[in-house]
């Protein structure tokens, strides 16, 4: 998906929601458990019920690896179900030395067909750049996260007083562009966000820690958004979760179109 039909998808939605699905065994509804495949059926009723709501989904890797081959299973099934028109993201935090990048980039943009793929910048460019080498596919590059740990690392400054995030954003604005690169930047750094928005105007962040992690989306979207959004703003339990009975898939399309309505305020707000 190109970034002007990821813009395009945001105006006909009036929304940069983007879905996590963290299915768990042990949250999941318990009638679902008597399924064949009750990861899949979760995610299942889940992509239906929101679809309306979400211009992404974000399958995190962990909770289906987690169950061996039947998860990576269940992984391609979901990867399959979700709408074409949306912008799937295969969470799984992946970079290693080229040699294996190219096949982590293999898996997830070959044998399965994920639009985008979450990577570590740790290990530097050769790491990056073979996710680069696929047309049409997109890396989201770790920068900011939201996670207390991100205060470990990514805000040491440099001789001249500069974090180590905003040296990740100006060294890898090189190895792509905003037309495949996109840096996760979590919700619940507040003004940082602004920081990021400057280093890098035209590029997408996907921005996790909206609901559980308790970061604010208008926060979001004040320091954060540009003239064609720049936003891709992912709940997943405060979606998923948000009941564990069998209501579970329209108590999470309430909790998606409770955030869409709230987006399209802040579209209306800042792009008119
Ligand atoms: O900085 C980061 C990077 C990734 N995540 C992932 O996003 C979701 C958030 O889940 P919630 O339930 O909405 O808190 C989850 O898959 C994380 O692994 C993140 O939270 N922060």
Redesign the pocket.
Known sequence: MTRAELFSQIQQKSSFLCV?L?PDLEKIPSHLKAESDPIFSFCREIIEQTADFAVAY?P?IAFFEALGPKGWESLQKVQEIIPKDIFTIA?AKRGDIGNTSKLYAKAFFETMDFDSI?VAPYMGKDSVTPFLEFENKWVIL?AL???MG?LDFQVIEDKEGKPLFLSVLEKSQAWGSPENLMF?V?ATRGELIGEVRKAVPEHFFLV??????GGSLSEVAKYGMNSTCGLLV?????IIYASGEKDFAKAARKEAEKLQIEMKGLLDLYLG
Not at 208 to 213: I, K
Not at 234 to 238: H, L, T
């Open positions: 996590g963290d974000k995190n969470d979450t770790l996260t939201s996670n991100s996760v979590g996790p820690g909206v609901g559980a992690q992912n709940s997943s339990r405060g």
